[in-house]
């Protein structure tokens, strides 16, 4: 907490490896690097930015499958630059975090069509490279495209998914915090011993989804089981998230409704023998700003005129599952039959989206977004954050793509003195791994959570 009882307020960059991500168009805007996407130079530009500002952490989004929803087919996605192309992010992270020394680094992993195995192995590596900066935000897709990309006629239903996850975090777990005790590892050159045999042991699991024994082949890193993001709107997937989850993402509901949603994950998480302190909650967040009112309107409206329109509905045509292309029709329940992201869908729905309305969803504003939408000043942008934090009972923000990276560039130079002046943002970086920067409790995974219960005694 800083001074007079605020929570300090977490920043994070939300990227993803593609030239187009949430408000489609702006890579066309002539001061924008986001074309430069296929280069480790703007990569390490764009983390040296983000430590600059003291970012907690650069998260990058991904997908699997091209959105193909809206029209029924791709065309939109592919020539609009909607989350496409995309590349894998994962081999972006060990570069920017040898640029840095403190910035974290979220990295979006589908569980669906990769052996626990195999992912178990990728994270440890990851997490001794970045020495513990790293983090996966576990997700369980939600694009027929990807799945049928892999090989499938469809993604498994929505509530299947998370079951098929629960079991998974299970396996990853073991293998992470079971396999290796903490003194395996002594690297006696004399007796050229590397690690006891004694002390690495060999997981079983059989499942209803998974039948796997295996030793797993890395060595312990520095916080054995990554820190885990999730950001599951549904009601299955807060309770996934309440159980698994030490990040939360959040989006699409005003101030109160959030705080709400907080509560009830909070409570949740209780019930289930974890402390609701061990949860973070992050909240994204569109930021334009200049030093004056006037400046910043000027420049949201530059911006404006670069959010491409079709591109926009193909985004959330595959984002809802829904082809907006056409009348939203609901069913007996009041939802369409949609295995999309669920809180698009309640966003589509809330909102009374019909063809007639859907011009609001294609411009540059708080009306086609699912977060915070702030345009103005440094004193009127830190006002409402702060607003957020205390009426949301949130941790923090993911600061959306916008004329990027200058918006980095404009926050850190503009906002954050203003919020180091008014004590709620820090002036330097605590040492340590990702865990312990954000609870001050070690590297490892903290009591209460499920992965403890199988760390080797």
Not at 51 to 59: A, H, K, N, Q, T
Not at 168 to 182: C, I, P, R, T
């Amino acid at each position: 907490m800083t001074k007079a009882g605020k929570k300090e307020i977490s920043i994070n960059a939300f990227y993803s490896n593609s030239p187009g991500q949430n408000w489609i168009g702006l890579w066309s805007h002539p001061d924008s690097r986001a074309c430069e996407y296929t280069s480790l130079d703007y990569w390490v530009d764009v983390a040296k930015i983000s430590e600059r500002g003291l970012f907690d952490s650069i998260f990058f989004a991904d997908t699997n499958g091209v959105y193909d929803v809206y029209q029924g087919e791709a065309r939109a996605a592919v020539e609009r630059a909607a989350m496409f192309p995309m590349n894998d992010p994962l081999l972006l992270i060990p570069t920017m975090a040898h640029a840095t020394k403190h910035l974290c680094f979220g990295v979006t992993a589908n569980l669906s069509y990769e052996e626990p195995y195999l992912l178990a192995r990728r994270f440890s590596t990851l997490d001794h490279l970045t020495k513990g900066r790293i983090s996966w935000n576990v997700v369980t897709g939600f694009q027929d495209s990807a799945a049928r990309a892999m090989g499938r006629d469809q993604q498994r239903d929505h509530d299947d998914r998370y079951d098929y996850a629960d079991e998974y975090m299970e396996v990853v777990y073991k293998l992470w915090e079971g396999s290796w005790a903490d003194d395996a590892v002594v690297r006696d050159k004399a007796n050229r011993i590397y690690a006891r045999g004694d002390k690495v042991r060999e997981i079983l699991h059989e499942g209803t989804h998974f039948k796997m024994r295996g030793v797993h082949l890395c060595e312990p890193s520095p916080q054995r089981t990554p820190v885990l993001y999730q950001a599951g709107g549904s009601q299955r997937g807060r309770v996934f998230a309440a159980k698994h989850a030490e990040c939360v993402f959040l989006s699409g509901l005003p101030k109160k409704q959030t705080a709400e949603r907080v509560g009830e994950i909070k409570d949740r998480a209780r019930a289930d023998g974890r402390d609701p302190d061990h949860i973070k909650f992050i909240m994204m967040a569109t930021i334009v700003t200049a030093p004056t009112q006037a400046e910043a309107r000027a420049k949201y409206e530059a911006l404006a005129r670069h959010v491409d329109a079709e591109g926009m509905l193909a985004l959330y045509s595959g984002l809802s599952g829904i082809d907006l292309s056409k009348q939203i029709f609901q069913g007996a329940d009041g939802r369409p039959a949609t295995q999309g992201i669920a809180t698009v869908v309640e966003y589509l729905l809330k909102e009374n989206k019909s063809l007639e309305r859907l011009r609001d969803m294609t411009t540059f504003g708080a009306q086609a977004g699912r977060e915070c939408f702030i345009v103005g000043s440094p004193a009127e942008v830190a006002d409402e954050l702060e607003d957020w934090m205390a009426l949301a009972d949130i941790d923090g923000f993911n600061l959306q793509r916008s004329g990027e990276p200058q918006h980095l560039i404009d926050f850190i130079d503009l906002v954050i003195p203003e919020l180091q002046n008014r004590g709620v943002y820090k002036h330097a970086y605590k040492g340590g791994s990702f865990r312990e920067k954000l609870f001050g409790a070690g590297d490892r995974i903290l009591p209460g959570h499920p992965a403890a219960r199988y760390k080797i005694l």
